[in-house]
């Protein structure tokens, strides 16, 4: 078993000189992008936590022809991997979303992240994976303007004012109904476990 740990590096020059190379972990690192790998055919575990990935899809086209015995691999802590825990604007279906095109891409893998691969997801991997692709739209600057100025338009959506706003009447009295809550809509869809 050959084990290499590397860090603070820009580049994986060298790296084809580890043949039998099974285990690779390169977390913490300047690495972008545009990673290539050399054929490293014994790799079955890869870390590429907290590096500075933004996307996904080039990675996994490399791996998929780079390291075919890919097994565990891990990419937490990028913007690649859209894990709730780094970006307040992600949830987990954003990350289940992430996890079957990655599985569409590798399907030998046995383990992504930190959770085991299970059999529904890889089902769902191979019909409809390569569709999950989470695609953030390019701000188009001429269209971003548009929108936030105002139209100017010769009519308001809102009525006029038919009176003076200091002018208020309101109406005070006293509600002889008592709610319980029993007969209560939204505590129907609140389970015991949630409490």
Same mark, same amino acid.
């Given at each position: 078993?050959?084990?290499?740990?590397?860090?603070?590096?820009?580049?994986?020059?060298?790296?084809?000189?580890?043949?039998?190379?099974?285990?690779?972990?390169?977390?913490?690192?300047?690495?972008?992008?545009?990673?290539?790998?050399?054929?490293?055919?014994?790799?079955?575990?890869?870390?590429?936590?907290?590096?500075?990935?933004?996307?996904?899809?080039?990675?996994?086209?490399?791996?998929?022809t780079s390291a075919p015995a890919l097994e565990y691999l891990s990419l937490l802590g990028n913007q690649a991997c859209p894990n709730e825990l780094v970006s307040t604007e992600k949830d987990e279906d954003d990350y289940q979303r992430y996890r079957y095109f990655v599985l569409n891409k590798l399907p030998n893998l046995k383990f992504l992240d930190t959770r085991k691969v299970t059999s529904k997801e *890889?089902?769902?991997?191979?019909? =409809? %994976?390569?569709?999950? +692709?989470?695609?953030?739209?390019?701000?188009? @600057?001429? !269209?971003?303007?548009?929108?936030?100025?105002?139209?100017?338009?010769?009519?308001?959506?809102?009525?006029?004012?038919? *009176?003076?706003?200091?002018?208020? =009447? %309101?109406?005070?009295? +006293?509600?002889?109904?008592?709610?319980?809550? @029993?007969? !209560?809509?939204?505590?129907?869809?609140?389970?015991?476990?949630?409490?």
């Amino acid at each position: 078993m050959f084990f290499l740990s590397i860090s603070l590096c820009r580049s994986l020059e060298g790296l084809d000189g580890f043949v039998c190379l099974e285990e690779l972990i390169l977390d913490n690192n300047q690495l972008g992008n545009h990673i290539t790998f050399p054929l490293l055919p014994y790799l079955h575990t890869l870390t590429l936590n907290k590096k500075y990935l933004t996307e996904v899809e080039h990675l996994l086209d490399t791996l998929a022809t780079s390291a075919p015995a890919l097994e565990y691999l891990s990419l937490l802590g990028n913007q690649a991997c859209p894990n709730e825990l780094v970006s307040t604007e992600k949830d987990e279906d954003d990350y289940q979303r992430y996890r079957y095109f990655v599985l569409n891409k590798l399907p030998n893998l046995k383990f992504l992240d930190t959770r085991k691969v299970t059999s529904k997801e *890889r089902e769902v991997a191979s019909s =409809r %994976g390569a569709f999950m +692709k989470v695609v953030k739209p390019k701000e188009n @600057k001429l !269209s971003s303007d548009k929108e936030s100025r105002s139209p100017d338009l010769p009519y308001t959506p809102l009525p006029s004012a038919s *009176r003076d706003p200091t002018n208020h =009447r %309101g109406v005070a009295g +006293k509600c002889r109904y008592i709610y319980y809550g @029993k007969h !209560s809509e939204g505590n129907r869809f609140i389970r015991d476990d949630q409490l």
